[in-house]
């Protein structure tokens, strides 16, 4: 069993649809992020959560520390959104990361 | 600009050869990871260091070896003894502290000739 779990796997939306993916995990943690990975491989972090909300632009993210769960919303959703979005978490027993298998999102015009 | 350098983006290893992937940064971040990414699972950690000529295996370590002799760099040498070494490979790096995300680089695609 995988310790972070997202859904969906795949995810296909309209443009101006309003998106949510869902992190769970099963470990202590000290840290949750939020990574999107474009076509070409490249990372990028777009959130770091240890509590509550956090807002970027369109992005929201939450995190419910006492359910185990995470999810990151967006907004008005863009074609230019279409990624892969990755959920890692750091436990809190040494430095290890853990991932997530990713959720593909494709945004139709 | 500060950032996470990998090279080559792509990369060819004939059976029985040895293949070294390049990470270098300029972020000044004491800490890198190295992650192997196959459809379908999640990133796995190869070997991570802390600090220079210090380093730690990670979950999938056989097969792979790693030096921390500068702390901009951390290659990567995947040996003949990993058998299956098609992969597309991460390298990040991250700042002391526990609420310090890692910084990614574009990553490194190994195929098998």
């Known amino acids: 069993k995988n310790e972070v779990e997202q859904s969906p796997q795949n995810l296909t939306a309209q443009e101006g649809e309003f998106i949510t993916i869902n992190c769970s995990y099963s470990?202590?943690?000290?840290?949750l992020h939020w990574l999107q990975q474009h076509p070409g491989g490249g990372i990028v972090s777009l959130f770091m959560l240890s509590s509550g909300k956090k807002k970027h632009g369109r992005l929201i993210a939450t995190i419910n520390i006492q359910e185990k769960h995470s999810s990151l919303h967006i907004t008005a959703s863009h074609p230019r959104d279409s990624a892969v979005y990755i959920c890692a978490v750091r436990s809190n027993t040494g430095n290890q990361f853990y991932f997530g298998t990713g959720t593909s999102l494709t945004v139709i015009p | 600009d500060g950032g996470i350098t990998q090279s080559p983006k792509y990369l060819f290893r004939k059976e029985g050869q040895n293949v070294t992937l390049s990470c270098e940064q300029n972020?000044?971040?004491?800490?890198m990871y190295w992650y192997r990414q196959d459809p379908g699972q999640g990133l796995r950690l190869i070997y991570y260091?802390?600090?220079?000529?210090?380093?730690q295996k990670g979950d999938i370590a056989e097969g792979y070896s790693v030096s921390r002799e500068k702390k901009e760099s951390f290659p990567l040498t995947v040996t003949s003894a990993q058998k299956n070494p098609t992969a597309f490979y991460l390298c990040a790096s991250r700042p002391q502290g526990s609420y310090q995300p890692q910084h990614f680089g574009d990553g490194t695609r190994l195929s098998i000739l």
């Open positions: 972020l000044n971040h004491d800490a």
């Open positions: 260091s802390q600090i220079v000529n210090d380093f």
């Open positions: 470990v202590g943690i000290s840290a």
